[in-house]
């Protein structure tokens, strides 16, 4: 008997003793940690997916500018601009270079249309055809001076034109050159135009024209032929100088300088 009590002893004396110590564990777990063990609490088992908010970039355009100076930006864009400008002019103000280039060939003009297939009618297509083509000759003999006002407008461009032009669609330098020029070429291409037509004969040519339709039909049609091959001849400049900024654009190849590759090289990425 007095054997059983003392092992009681000592049991009851043990599981006090585990007691202390288990209380000892949890005051010090939550001393250092903040946890109370006697109120522990819920873990969700289930995965806990994060959302991350998108930092929104600042950049209005894909094309990583970080490397590029402003000053190596206003070159390349100028010098492409040179480029398109001086190769269009060149290949315009050669014999066909109009004429047999489908994308700047001036036609007919609208209003004059129905002249075209009345002097076809009667046999004198020949004559229409040369109308045409003398149209033509005197735009490529005028297109030259178009030259001295696009370079005015390209050494004059700024550094917030040139970054806005890089970061634009494939013809903005072609569009900002239009704006800043068009009335300025209008200007200084009709005395030049009206020359042109008289030299290659094209002033003769189309009075004989628009007299044997009026004489023809019994009507008084008249154009200003002048004015018509001016605008047609500035448009035709244009077309050539946005193919040129779309081709250095869109093709490595065409970019035959260091400054071109480094500028445009930026923008591949788009």
Known sequence: MRKTILLAGVLL???SAQAQILDIIKSTVKDKTGVDLNNPVKTNTSTSTTTTTPTKSTSTSPINLGSLTSTQISSGLKEALNLGVTEGVKKLAVTDGFFKNEAVKILMPEKLRKIDTTLRAIGLGSLADQGV??????AEDAVTEATPIFANAITSMTITDAKNI???????????????????????FQPK????LGKVGADSVWKSIITKYNTFTGQAVTTDINEYVTTETINGVFKM?????????DTPAMRTTSILQKVFGAQDGK
């Open 241 to 249: 100088v946005a193919q040129k900024e779309s081709g250095i654009r």
């Open 133 to 138: 083509k003398l149209l033509n000759r005197a």
């Open 193 to 196: 135009v009206k020359a042109s």
């Open 166 to 188: 890089l970061l634009g669609s494939n013809n903005a330098a072609t569009t900002y050159l239009q704006g800043k020029t068009q009335s300025q070429l209008f200007t200084a």
């Open 13 to 15: 004396f043990s599981v």
